[in-house]
């Protein structure tokens, strides 16, 4: 089966840390990588994606890095906030664009003030 | 520009019937994917529709079943409610190929 192992199950940092997710995949055949941010009740928000052509993407406070050869890419947030406080996901796909989305367990969030 | 709205927000159904629930993409999108959501399973994807095609079908029994309108609306259908079905259902929606999906908030069916 298809999947992507994400680490870890929860996080905890003061305000101005820099949190970092870490997620595994075994699917070679995957070429785009999105994270995703969810609220309470919410649906899940995408934050930044990347293709395996590039190895760092930033977008604000966000930056992906993407290691091709060790199949892991992780999430890095830069100055977080408690408005960050948030369960973030990974995931992997290989169709086209976000379709087929398999997702990472989730990483819980916490950023004290 | 409207997100992807999805009715209803909250359903509880007796076991053994059946529920159908519905999406509506962000305008212009064509494709349509549902994912369910649990804390045990975390996010599973479903099935996506394109151009009222399904396109790809995940690992999920026979009783979950979709279709996709002209206008890109979808609705998905679960026949003979089990207990274990209890969770929330993600619509999401993109514009084609490679290009992003954009999820919904979701419709919470509880199934007692």
């Known amino acids: 089966q298809q999947q992507v192992k994400q680490s870890p199950q929860s996080l905890i940092v003061q305000k101005g840390g820099i949190p970092i997710i870490n997620c595994a995949y075994e699917?070679?055949?995957?070429?785009?990588f999105p994270w995703y941010q969810q609220f309470p009740g919410k649906g899940p928000a995408l934050l930044i994606a990347?293709?395996?052509?590039?190895s760092e993407k930033k977008e604000g406070r966000f930056t992906i890095s993407f290691n091709k050869s060790a199949k892991q890419f992780s999430l890095h947030i830069m100055d977080s906030q408690p408005g960050d406080s948030a369960t973030y996901f990974c995931?992997?796909?290989?169709?086209?664009?976000?379709?087929?989305?398999?997702f990472g367990e989730g990483t819980q969030l916490t950023v004290n003030p | 520009k409207a997100g992807v709205t999805q009715t209803p927000r909250y359903l509880i159904k007796t076991r053994g019937q059946q529920v159908t629930l519905s999406c509506s993409p962000i305008?212009?999108?064509?494709?349509v994917s549902w994912y369910q959501q649990t804390p045990g399973q975390g996010l599973q994807f479903l099935f996506e529709?394109?151009?009222?095609?399904?396109?790809n079908k995940g690992n999920f029994p026979g009783r979950f079943s979709g279709r996709q309108f002209s206008n890109s609306r979808s609705e998905m259908n679960v026949s003979t409610l089990e207990l274990g079905d209890s969770a929330l259902y993600l619509c999401?929606?993109?514009?084609?190929?490679?290009?992003?999906?954009?999820f919904g908030q979701g419709t919470r069916l509880t199934v007692v």
């Open positions: 529709y394109f151009s009222e095609t399904q396109r």
């Open positions: 995931a992997a796909s290989d169709g086209p664009s976000g379709s087929r989305l398999t």
């Open positions: 999401a929606s993109s514009f084609g190929s490679n290009t992003e999906a954009f």
């Open positions: 699917n070679t055949a995957f070429d785009y």
């Open positions: 305008s212009g999108h064509r494709s």
């Open positions: 990347i293709r395996p052509d590039v």
